[in-house]
């Protein structure tokens, strides 16, 4: 679900009076159990780093080392540490050895 229509979710919800909260809530988990699929916590897929790589090709192989993890939440993140690379002149390994650390840790995250 984006975050548009998470917010509108709990906008919806927020204004409901508690009765009809917990209706929504009821057919929502009734709506999952017909129709939902329980996130799989998989192991990282084994892509191995290359000698050469730059930024973007490591983002790639690390979204696809990593495919459970949400990229939502990995994009300011990700964001943040391409520009330190692109507008900073941060060097490329650097920025990939940081972006690998923000993978492994979201994906730790997940699996707590």
Request: charged letters at 30%; glycine letters at 2%; aromatic letters at 4%.
């Amino acid at each position: 679900m984006n975050n548009t229509r998470r917010n509108r979710l709990l906008e919806i919800a927020d204004a409901l009076p508690e009765d009809q909260q917990t209706a929504l809530l009821e057919f929502a988990e009734f709506l999952h159990s017909r129709h939902g699929v329980e996130p799989e916590t998989a192991e990282p897929l084994s892509i191995p780093r290359p000698a050469e790589e730059n930024v973007i090709n490591a983002i790639k192989r690390l979204t696809a080392t990593y495919p459970m993890l949400d990229k939502d939440k990995l994009l300011n993140e990700t964001s943040a540490l391409m520009m330190q690379h692109l507008l900073q002149g941060q060097d490329a390994s650097e920025v990939i050895d940081e972006l690998e650390s923000l993978f492994r840790r979201h994906y730790e995250l997940l699996t707590k």
